[in-house]
């Protein structure tokens, strides 16, 4: 199979409905192909919904959405057990949470508690539901959509649930050019129903078996955990990185790595995928959020203190 070329050709289907997203697909796939999750946090009608069936329809993966409102239940979510008179007996009835590519639609409405209902299933590839263990078929991959917090009627997301994203991504708007093509796309038909798939769930899977092969040099590794204890020691950070966060970088630059067509993982691959790896597993003290210093900025801080390995990398 042709990697990068199949890589590809999942990146330009997306851009037939997103236009100007070509990062935010990048880096979408880029997670997907990582085993990982991606948070995308911003205003509502810039995309985000889209991204995720266009990334769905491309892969020809089973689309489940799952509309966050203040009253959903984890029952909602999980599934539920049903008493069948008939047979008499309890049948389960999975939920949504049990497809492959999940949209968790902004998931910042509902409640702590039914936010948590996906912990186990983003974490473990299973669910528990009336004690029994259910397994969530491969590839499975939840990209969750939320307003900014600042908006009215949101719950912000517990540090263990935020922990479980490989990427928090913003979407943006489009320029004047971009937002002018996508009024003359939509015109006469809407491009999301013509979309087809260009890579069966068996060629994906293999995909994210490739990312395994990709060499992250001892050098880059001692750079990654470098950056990582940073963030841990920092004045300015009441909580930093996780060992999770660390394998998630890792993971991650093996991914982007294999959609750049390499077979290695360079120091500019830590720099570029740290600040969505690094972000939302950051909590800043008081003083910081006081004297009005982001994160981004921490992290770009960071990164001018900690040396660059020198020699090559391949």
Do not use: W
């Amino acid at each position: 199979m042709n990697i990068a070329g199949k890589i590809q050709e999942i990146l330009n289907n997306i851009e037939k409905v997103l236009i100007g997203k070509r990062e935010v697909a990048e880096l979408s796939v880029t997670a997907l192909l990582a085993g990982g999750h991606v948070l995308l946090e911003d205003v509502p009608g810039v995309g985000k919904t889209m991204m995720v069936k266009a990334l769905s329809k491309s892969i020809g993966a089973d689309f489940k959405r799952i509309q966050f409102t203040p009253d959903l239940l984890p029952s909602d979510v999980l599934g539920v057990s049903i008493y069948n008179p008939k047979e008499m007996e309890f049948e389960f009835r999975p939920g949504p949470i049990l497809g492959n590519i999940i949209l968790a639609d902004e998931i910042n409405r509902t409640s702590p508690k039914t936010q948590s209902a996906l912990l186990e299933g983003m974490e473990e590839s299973s669910v528990t539901v009336d004690g029994r263990t259910i397994q969530i078929s491969q590839p499975f991959f939840v990209m969750a959509t939320q307003n900014p917090i600042e908006y009215e009627g949101t719950y912000p997301l517990p540090e263990a649930q935020l922990d479980r994203f490989l990427f928090k991504l913003k979407m943006g708007y489009p320029s004047r050019h971009e937002e002018i093509e996508m009024l003359e796309r939509a015109e006469k038909n809407t491009p999301l129903e013509k979309l087809e798939s260009v890579v069966s769930l068996d060629e994906l899977i293999e995909l994210q078996h490739a990312i395994l092969d990709v060499n992250v040099d001892q050098a880059v590794k001692s750079y990654m955990i470098d950056c990582i204890a940073q963030t841990r020691e920092h004045p300015y950070v009441y909580l930093g990185v996780s060992p999770r966060g660390s394998l998630a970088l890792m993971r991650a630059c093996q991914a982007y790595a294999l959609v750049k067509g390499r077979t290695y993982v360079t120091p500019d691959d830590v720099q570029y995928l740290a600040p969505f790896v690094f972000s939302h597993r950051m909590i800043l003290q008081p003083e910081a959020k006081l004297e009005g210093i982001t994160t981004d900025e921490i992290i770009e801080r960071i990164f001018t203190k900690v040396r660059v390995p020198i020699d090559r990398i391949h």
